[in-house]
């Protein structure tokens, strides 16, 4: 019997009279059917798929036949594990011949079901853009050899590998499995390439070390990420085939487990907080991320816990199932010693993502759009972004589940388990164009395929690798790959994504400013005065956890003060602002345009501002904070250096309203009045602060703002 995934092209035969009794007759049609069926499918054999005779299970062996077209849905063959041949021999006898290595007539395929890859692919020509120009040759892939830990060769549809080095856990393992379930997918389908696999966390190849004449020898390097500042080349991670050593499935699997996960409790009906577990000892950013968590004197909305792996194997993983996570209305994700797998899966669940400010991207968050996908939080104060966030979403509930649904929908839309293949095939199928080499299969390299690596495997790796295999030939072309950016279209995007991280900042700003305003006066007074003396300067505009931001939102509305508060004449006076001296104009020009000075200190004395102290060019940020007095109010500009994260040396100068609470109450009043006019005065102002300690002020805050 004939078997195929596709079926056979239809075949009309011709009937021929023949004389002589009726059941001669039949015998010699049936003989002559036969026949002609016999030559034409075996005619017909050779026009898509060459294999060898193979073994499915107990059967015995047989042919594949499949057509070059086809009319009707393809019926699917299936290759399992078959783990009965060569058991007692070494890994290159285990490899069974069943499996087709070779196509003919690949464009006449079905078109993908998904016929435009989703937009994060042209990423692809990015991270192969350093070696548009020159190609790749053998000595830029052998240089690639020195923290790779393994070389990976494909040849006429077979994978050969030379491992160098152990990698953590089995991240090698599965990732060189990934790779063999991509030829299972599409046999004979990438061209014969060469590469280096580094499965460390950090990028190696810094952009820096490849500058001016070694611009054209940069080592093309594989690993799971990268960050603005080196070279390497994004590879899916090995957690899609699964991560047994923390009990994680395989993603397709997984990905119908956290569907469910979000059905059983609803987004209205999860703890209204940030949520995170997981190792906080892995970075120092991790650890910082700790002194958000509630405690009996302060609650930033955020419910922190510790992961402890060791334990919770031995307890079977009971606590640790992702998909059933998806508890809280928000989920924070913070990188850990470089990049961290946990993203996709913080993703997947339809909470709101809050994402610290990350260094490092992978293969698809280049694709995620903030305010969109997720909500931005800041690497610096992330106690004070996150509180924000939760206020913000909590107030605004349908908006902040479809920031959640939204990712949720990309994590399953966009990076289902076709469309990583699809990925990892285009991938490869660019970096073999540019190879400049033959590529070979070196000495002492390993035949690998999925027998080799399943079998001899342990029962927990083995169960992972059974249910992500890949059974069949896709009977469709991969997606469409979607060309490269145009400069601009690119630099567009940055900025896009650059303006909605900014635009959230200028909120949380605001929120902790408005809020800053509200305690001073409690603090003050005790209750909101209801005739103040400036209402744009003193009154605070409202509650935080009414907060509406941005043009999209109401306008702001001021609150209902509750007791009169008397002023007289004197101070009344003040309304309008105190006059101000030339002095303090002519310094500030000086600071802003000759940086003649670090800092100025200002004070009203006699009715007007003037100049209270010059600070010169090599003054500390100590110095200049130890100025001010402790039971006097003062204002302040500090024209701060600081450094980008693309190496630029930058300035911003600050204004500081300095009222500490030991002050006396009429001259908080008269700062407080005349500070938005004096402002006006001093043209180039980048922040405000409104300090009543020192630590309102401190180095890490000005940081903060300015980066």
């Known amino acids: 019997m004939l078997r195929g995934y596709r079926f056979a092209r239809p075949f009309k035969f011709q009937g021929t009279s023949l004389k002589g009794s009726a059941p001669a007759a039949v015998a010699t049609n049936t003989i002559l059917f036969v026949g002609l069926f016999i030559i034409a499918s075996a005619t017909l054999s050779s026009f898509w798929v060459q294999t060898s005779n193979f073994q499915i299970g107990s059967s015995t062996n047989q042919t594949i036949v499949v057509s070059a077209k086809f009319k009707k849905t393809p019926k699917s063959v299936e290759f399992p594990l078959n783990c009965s041949i060569g058991s ?26 998904n016929p435009l890859c989703p937009d994060y692919f042209r990423f692809i020509h990015q991270d192969l853009m350093p070696w548009k120009r020159t190609g790749i040759t053998r000595d830029m892939m052998e240089n690639a050899k020195k923290t790779a830990h393994f070389r990976l060769v494909i040849v006429k549809g077979k994978v050969y590998v030379e491992k160098y080095k152990q990698s953590i856990q089995t991240r090698d393992v599965f990732t060189i499995w990934g790779i063999l379930q991509l030829l299972r997918r599409y046999p004979g389908r990438l061209p014969d390439l060469e590469f280096m696999f580094d499965c460390d966390d950090q990028p190696v190849i810094r952009s820096r070390d490849y500058q001016g004449l070694n611009s054209t020898r940069v080592p093309p390097l594989f690993r799971y990420c990268g960050d603005r500042w080196t070279k390497d080349i994004v590879f899916p991670d090995w957690s899609f085939w699964g991560w047994n050593e923390i009990n994680i499935k395989p993603w397709e699997g997984f990905l119908k487990d956290v569907k469910k996960g979000n059905q059983r409790i609803k987004w209205m009906d999860r703890e209204p907080y940030a949520y995170w577990k997981g190792n906080p000892f892995v970075s120092d950013t991790r650890k910082d991320l700790l002194k958000c968590n509630v405690s009996g004197t302060q609650d930033w909305n955020a419910r922190l816990f510790i992961q402890d792996w060791i334990l919770e194997s031995q307890q079977g993983f009971k606590q640790s199932n992702v998909a059933d996570q998806c508890t809280h209305r928000y989920k924070i994700y913070i990188e850990g010693y470089a990049w961290s797998v946990s993203e996709k899966y913080i993703l997947a669940c339809d909470s709101v993502t809050l994402l610290v400010k990350p260094k490092y991207y992978d293969f698809f968050t280049r694709g995620l759009q903030p305010v969109h996908h997720y909500w931005p939080v800041r690497h610096e104060n992330k106690c004070r972004s996150i509180k924000f966030a939760v206020d913000w979403g909590n107030n605004h509930k349908q908006k902040a589940q479809a920031i959640g649904k939204a990712a949720s929908n990309f994590i399953q839309e966009e990076l289902k388990m076709d469309y990583v293949y699809d990925y990892m095939f285009h991938l490869l199928h660019e970096y073999a164009k540019l190879l400049r080499f033959e590529p070979r299969i070196p000495k002492g390299t390993t035949h690998l395929c999925s027998e080799s690596i399943a079998c001899p495997a342990d029962e927990s790796p083995k169960k992972s690798m059974t249910e992500s295999l890949v059974k069949s030939p896709s009977a469709t072309k991969p997606c469409t790959m979607p060309p490269p950016y145009e400069p601009r279209a690119l630099a567009k995007l940055y900025r896009r994504n650059i303006n909605s991280i900014t635009q959230v900042q200028q909120w949380e700003d605001k929120y902790w400013e408005n ?24 009154i605070v505009l409202l509650a935080p956890t009414s907060f509406l931001l941005g043009p999209q939102f109401p306008s702001l509305s001021f609150f209902t003060f509750q007791k009169p ?13 105190m006059a101000v001296h030339d002095d303090c104009k002519l310094r500030f020009k000086e600071l802003k345009a000759k940086r003649s000075y670090r800092f100025i200190l200002f004070k009203i004395e006699q009715q007007q501002i003037v100049v209270d102290k010059l600070g010169e060019p090599s003054e500390s940020y100590d110095d200049f904070t130890s100025s001010f007095p402790a039971d006097e109010c003062r204002y302040a500009v500090y024209d701060f250096d600081f450094t980008t994260e693309e190496n630029c040396q930058k300035s911003k100068i600050f204004f500081i309203a300095w009222s500490p609470d030991s002050s006396k109450v009429r001259m908080k009043m008269v700062y407080a009045s005349s500070k938005d006019r004096f402002k006006r005065e001093l043209d180039g102002i980048s922040f405000e602060l409104q300090a009543t300690d020192p630590s309102e002020m401190s180095l890490d805050i000005v940081k903060g703002r300015a980066c």
């Open 515 to 538: 809020l800053s305003k509200q305690q001073r006066l409690f603090k003050l007074y005790g209750c909101y005065p209801h005739n103040f003396i400036n209402r744009e300067a003193l």
């Open 565 to 577: 508060f008397l002023i007289g004449d004197k101070m009344a006076n003040a309304a309008s602002g």
């Open 88 to 113: 007692n021999a070494n890994q290159t006898q285990t490899c069974p011949a069943n499996y087709p290595t070779t196509f003919s007539n690949t464009d006449e395929l079905d078109p993908s079901p």
